[in-house]
């Protein structure tokens, strides 16, 4: 199974969280922004993620060294291309969605 994770970094933690193909909530988690503990969650995670997408910000430089050594594939993003993007992409949800999405 494909798995892919997202990492919203800040100065003291990173908000890490990995989806499936479907896009579904595989595991979410707060770790240390630092290379190691990174790389150790990672590897806790049992499953080798397909890809790795690290914001951009005063950290990625160093956290994308450590990690792109330890063998992850990690890209960095700038969150306002991401935005753009998102914005072009239709939603797509089933009616039980849409009815929750409007109350």
């Given at each position: 199974?494909?798995?892919?994770?997202?990492?919203?970094?800040?100065?003291?933690?990173?908000?890490?969280?990995?989806?499936?193909?479907?896009?579904?909530?595989?595991?979410?988690?707060?770790?240390?922004?630092?290379?190691?503990?990174?790389?150790?969650?990672?590897?806790?995670?049992?499953?080798?993620?397909?890809?790795?997408?690290?914001?951009?910000?005063?950290?990625?430089?160093?956290?994308?060294?450590?990690?792109?050594?330890?063998?992850?594939?990690?890209?960095?993003?700038?969150?306002?291309?991401?935005?753009a993007a998102f914005k072009t992409m239709p939603v797509k949800t089933?009616?039980?969605?849409?009815?929750?999405?409007?109350?």
């Amino acid at each position: 199974m494909k798995e892919y994770a997202g990492i919203d970094v800040s100065l003291e933690y990173a908000s890490v969280c990995v989806v499936d193909a479907d896009g579904r909530i595989v595991r979410e988690a707060k770790i240390l922004s630092e290379p190691d503990a990174l790389i150790a969650w990672s590897g806790e995670h049992g499953v080798a993620m397909e890809r790795i997408g690290l914001e951009a910000g005063p950290l990625s430089q160093w956290l994308h060294a450590g990690m792109v050594k330890a063998g992850l594939c990690v890209e960095l993003i700038e969150t306002r291309h991401v935005r753009a993007a998102f914005k072009t992409m239709p939603v797509k949800t089933d009616k039980k969605d849409a009815r929750a999405l409007r109350s």
